[in-house]
DNA sequence: ATAGGTTGTCGAAGCGCTTCGACTGCGGTG
DNA sequence: CACCGCAGTCGAAGCGCTTCGACAACCTAT
């Protein structure tokens, strides 16, 4: 393993210079720093990681903790996942994945022992346990998500509940009078999770606003489990035309389940999805959607934190636009 | 933040009795454990990574390297980087997330600076360049995968050429004699990703030896590739009456197009997936499977590692036996 | 009683890096 | 022409931890 020392000797200059080269912190001749690159590279020199933590207290490295569970949307993590991770490399950090397991634990672990430099949070919740620690700890942060309460915290988050108002706007403008939400798993309200709750006010508000009526029903994903909410919602509401669904592993089981009760889309009932795009396009029905954007989520993060981790950057809230696709899934609602 | 130094002053100790009851290195009286061990609850101690990487040259850190290509199967990766972290933990270890983007860079990287004690690599190529790299160090690594040359190297993975065998075995047993491969996208097969490749040896082969006709088409995901694949399968060979599919992504596509063609499963033609278990089961129809045990090849990627960072474990080829179960989606072949 | 082994604890020497203050020349200024 | 300031470099002092050798206290076997 070679060395600071081992570079310095090898360029005939001192230890300190080397340092100065690579970080940059003091002006160094352009020979001398050429001398010291190049060395380097001949070399194959390559700071150690744990020294340059213990002598700048900065680790370089961001925590993402993502959720355990895995009744939530998973591939939406993924890219949210590696857009992080992508984002953060050409910034010089790494990237630590810690997993929901822990809870609060994690977020003392990180901040306590250095590992990390900032922490990046999904799937938060409304009143989510972490926060506190989070606000108490001089470590930046950003949730990907927004609880209920959000001062002296930095969020970004899809605006969920404009979201919904979009859904139903869209419905509505079609002629719909009677629309179902198709949601996520029951767990996923019982937790509180943010973005669920949130879709589901701009829902309810906005068919409140508009004098529709809406049946809000969370659905396990799967075959059977969205075959037993179908007959439910035809038997209460036998007229329901529009449908709204935030549950990926709903979909494609709604679309079959809409054919064997011989209702076509978008003929006799329109969908909208809320999910990424590229699910939206691959359906077996080309579906209007509102765009999860994961990886701009993923991307802001990260440059929220480096712009706190170089002293720039303030908390803020970031609310990013949803934006409303019409593809082949919503038509006008049928004659009554 | 809390340092070894201020627990020893707090329990009356000297720091290297800290840090033995710490790590159980040396033999500590009872009454001097349960001493330190309250000072450093009550303080709040977590000892610095940094710091202790540096003095032990041990990050207890785990890179995993996962693919930055989206045309793989993100649910997979997911579930096998989550089994990975949750593994991790409770041996110590955390884990960084390194993209493929870096490429070999980021195994110079990794072990040039330390950063992490040990890899696991996925999306492994049958000449992945990386491996090279891997032999030439004293780095403890695993693959997610299984490369053509495996001297030298712990690998762990499914199958699948067995996968391949058992999936035309249970076609052919059901009187189906004309098969079609529903493959990867065309890039999977272009950069000759192990697992895709051995799949369609075992396919291949066992159609061979059971004197089956089988037709392989890689497929991009979603309804339209999806859509013309189909059809050029049936214009070629119209008496097809065995799928198996290997890409998530086009498996709801195939069972809507079947429909459409007036083809009934299992009535008319029988599927075969190979994908995690939950998927098969929730699927429109529940599907006849080969499960990818995506939790079961990250848990053992990481005993593997910790057995090795611990001085046990040897380099080994990790085969897991494919298990297929039957479901709704096969039944006998029609009668000619 | 004495040599030899255990057990429990301490002090000190690093691990490889960053960073601060100090120093040396230099060119520009009054 | 003496002086100041600055660019460029160096030496040394840590950062917080692990680990080695030393040592005291005790126990056992002779």
Redesign the pocket.
Known sequence: ????????QHA?????????V??G?????????QRVERSIRELG????A???A?????SNIIALMVPLRTDMYVPVMMEIAIAVATTARPHGYDVVLLTGEEGPDAVRRVTGS?LADAMILMDVELEDERLPLLRHTDQPSVLIGLPAETTGLTCVDLDFTATGTLCVQHLAGLGHRDIAVIGEAPAVYERHTGFAERTLDGLRSTARELGLRLLHRPCEGGYDAMALTLSRIFDERPGTSGFVVQNESAIEPLLALLRQWGRAVPEDVSVVAICPDQVAAQASVRLTSVAIPAQEMGRRAVEHLVAKLDGRGKDEVVLLGPELTVRASTGPAPAA
Chains 1, 2 share one sequence.
């Open positions: 393993m070679v060395t600071l020392a081992e570079v310095a005939g200059v001192s230890a300190s210079t080397v340092s100065y690579l970080s912190k003091r002006s160094i001749s352009a020979g001398t720093r020199y390559h700071p150690n744990g020294a340059r213990l002598a700048s207290s900065r250095g």
